[in-house]
């Protein structure tokens, strides 16, 4: 299954690489067109690094990994580099080391081997290189494998979040302490209907013929008792300013039996006209 | 309790919990229960999901059983979610990460190493979607910063642990073959 899975893989990238002759093709005929300008922005743009030109270079040249010929990957290296260059593309510094690493495996292999040291046992100037090589085609494959996989995942999908009590404490509510809001709510919304009530609908001749009704009996009413019927302050303000108009116009007496007492008001008999006049308005 | 009661108690749990549901929360919320027997339930519930054809199927993903959908549905299921399939990883933030996860804990001067390129940037992504994190400095000179997979990569790679990681050495003779 595993094997099957990266010959898969292996499929798009030998794909990649078989594209890749027709712009080296380009290089060879050192055309300068612009449309090979083209081929080698998008041809360029998959080498993510040295080791990944390497890799294709080798792979073009359909030689094996583990025994380079270095003179020849070198100089189509350096020719790519060159390219690069002409076309404007910043070759960046990892580049560079790579060439001078190149240069200096080929210049090793030209040196005569040192007659002391065994031939088993001579190390192949390349041997890092092949390492470093193999290490990331393991790790280009790897990520490749990686893609598959996130690409199968994102096609599978979990139910969507659910809104627990840790993001929304509200949601741990009962159904009695909803219903005790509710009534809060309720509460809270016929106050604030009161004062709209007292401010649009209360006036002074209302209060006016309140207290006169309050005192036609006869009998003293205490002023601190007609004060306390009032639900608002502006009531209140309304109630004082009426019992001082009746006062004005006669129209009931006020009376303080001793000094801090109750202040009690009664209906003046004389001039009850002029107080009921006055009312009227 | 048996396993047949346990099933479908577990297939609830499974079901409203966000993140994959480990053995260890169930044998925890399942009080008195052995972790063997959890486990036989969660098994046995994943085989009647395959064998009823549902469109939904259970999957060991990071340590832990989810609920998701079938991947031969996602057309349907994206239609309706009006998903786009989510931003991919760049060539470079996913060879990075593969290195990451094949050699962690690892510092971004060992990954320049394998890579034969600076991955600065691709760490950056990396973090930024939360598929690695830092794992401490290393005790060498100039202590560098250490970094490993996160549970987030498990989830978005669909690994139930690291050790799922296809083989690096399977990968070895791509280039003789």
Known sequence: MEKTKEKDEKGPSAHGAARGPGAQAALESSSAEAEAADQYKVRLAVFEGPLDLLLFLIRKEEVSIYDIPIARVTQQYLDYLRAMQELDIGVAGEFLLMAATLI??????????????????????????VNQLLEHQKFKAAANALHQRATIESATFTRGEIETDKDNPEVASTIFRLFEVFQEVLSRKRAITEIEIAREELTMAEKITEIKRLVSGGAAVSAREIFERARSRRELVLIFLAVLELVKELAIRLEQADTFGEITITRREEGPDAGGGAGDN | MMIEELKPIIESLIFVSEEPMSIRQLVAILEGESAEDIEAACEELGREFTERGSGLELRQVAGGYRLATRVEFSEYVR???????????????????????????????????????????????????????????????????????????????????????????????????
Do not use: C, W
Request: glycine share 4%; aromatic share 4%.
């Open chain 1, 104 to 129: 200096q495996i080929k210049s090793q292999m030209l040196l005569p081997r040192d007659p002391a040291i065994p031939e088993d046992q001579a190390e192949d100037p390349r041997a890092e290189l």
């Open chain 2, 79 to 177: 239609r309706y979610l009006k998903a786009q399939p989510s931003a991919r990883l760049s060539l470079a933030a996913l060879e990075t990460l593969a290195v990451i996860a094949y050699k962690q804990p690892i510092t971004i001067p060992e990954i320049l190493e394998i890579r034969g390129v600076t991955s600065t940037s691709a760490i950056k992504t990396l973090l930024d979607r939360r598929l690695i994190v830092a794992k401490g400095h290393k005790q060498v000179v100039g202590r560098p910063m250490m970094y490993g997979t996160s549970k987030e990569f498990l989830i978005h790679f669909g690994l139930n642990d690291l050790s799922e990681l296809p083989n690096l050495e399977d990968f070895e003779d791509l280039m003789s073959s």
